[in-house]
């Protein structure tokens, strides 16, 4: 039985920081066990524009703690308007790193979103000719798609579409939940690729609704039935190179969950590593946790390995994470993946 294991460090592909004091209590969650991040840019405002991206890339590494090594990578938030000349220029100066395309009113501060694709075309053209990976939400927004279908119908409507319009464009499928989103992004070739978070490796929708309402498991694309989950689990750990780690760690304080109209969002920075290493060894599937935390998502945006380690200790005794951390005069609640956790992380030079 495998008790130890050393990894590189880690990146999370998929991440919301967000501001001002969330900003300053979460940074270091992440850059403690992760050297890169894919910053999400779902701010209020949002991140449009590449002088945003660079104020923003800023404020994340004065959050930073010293000696920690993490690169936040910026992206922009696509709209109908984005300035293609903004964008080139914030991609030359090695600041922007993907773009991200929220359909209008699909998750949290998406109101700025995208409506009509067909406004984007010259901007996606742009970004295939560059290079510049498009990171998709894969939902629909139209009200009469029920929330547990939406994927699948973004997928045959908006993505498989656009895909083969422009076929040179590099495109993420950001946190899938789906069996169908899985196979889709297996059945692609090198220009797809999929983020996993942790949380939809644990919990499916019963998860949510069975025995009570459980508001911090409610995220957005929302958990799916069991067979979605086993899907995700399956794709997680094949150790295919389109599946890597997105965590999609979106804090939201406990009172705004805790509510009768409750943000979408799940925490999980603070555990992911831990959670993570459990979900593998339950599927026996050790040895391929480095390429779906480390390697998989590293080499789809271009870059190495990062050069530190992370070594995974399994202890007897449960290794135990604040339940939630303070911000301001607000706690944000942690994921809690319903079992103990045994899996210490220890981070490496
Ligand atoms: C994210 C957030 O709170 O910003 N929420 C979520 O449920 N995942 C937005 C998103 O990624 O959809
Ligand atoms: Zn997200």
């Known amino acids: 039985m495998v008790s130890e294991l050393t990894i590189q460090r880690p990146n999370d592909m998929h991440l919301h920081l967000r501001d001002g004091d969330m900003l300053k209590a979460v940074t270091p969650h992440t850059s403690a066990d992760f050297g890169r991040a894919i910053i999400m840019p779902n701010l209020v405002p949002p991140v449009t524009r590449t002088d945003h991206a660079r104020a923003y890339h800023q404020r994340i590494m004065a959050a930073v703690p010293k000696g920690h090594a993490f690169d936040p990578m910026m992206t922009l938030y696509l709209t109908e308007t984005t300035d293609i000349d903004d964008l080139v220029n914030g991609v030359k100066e090695g600041l922007i790193k993907a773009v991200k395309l929220y ?24 970004m295939a000719e560059i290079n510049l990976p498009l990171l998709v939400h894969g939902e629909v927004t139209t009200h009469e798609i029920d929330i547990f279908d939406r994927e699948k119908v973004f997928i045959e409507t908006v993505l498989d579409p656009l895909r083969q319009a422009l076929p040179d464009l590099r495109v993420v499928m950001e946190h899938i939940t789906t069996k169908d989103g899985a196979d889709y992004a297996a059945a692609g070739n090198e220009n797809l690729a999929a983020t996993i978070t942790t949380h939809h490796l644990i919990i499916n929708r019963n998860h949510i609704l069975v025995g009570g309402i459980k508001p911090h498991y409610y995220c957005l694309p929302v958990a799916k039935r069991e067979e979605h989950r086993l899907a995700l689990r399956k794709a997680a750990t094949s150790g295919d190179p389109r599946f890597f780690l997105g965590t999609d760690s979106a804090p939201h304080t406990t009172s705004t969950k805790e509510n009768a109209c409750g943000c979408a969002g799940i925490y999980s920075s603070l555990n992911t590593m831990s959670c993570l290493t459990e979900v593998f060894e339950q599927e026996k599937a050790l040895d ?28 007897q005794e449960p290794v135990s994470y604040p339940a939630t951390i303070e911000v301001g005069n607000e706690t944000v609640t942690t994921f809690d993946p319903g079992y103990p956790l045994h899996w210490r992380v220890e981070n490496l030079d």
């Open 103 to 126: 359909p209008a009113g699909a998750t949290t501060n998406s109101d700025s979103g995208v409506r009509d694709v067909t406004k984007i075309m010259p901007v996606l053209e742009k």
């Open 288 to 315: 391929k946790l480095e390429a779906f935390a480390s390697l998989n998502g590293a080499a789809f945006y271009g870059l190495a390995p990062n050069p530190q380690k992370m070594r995974l200790v399994k202890q």
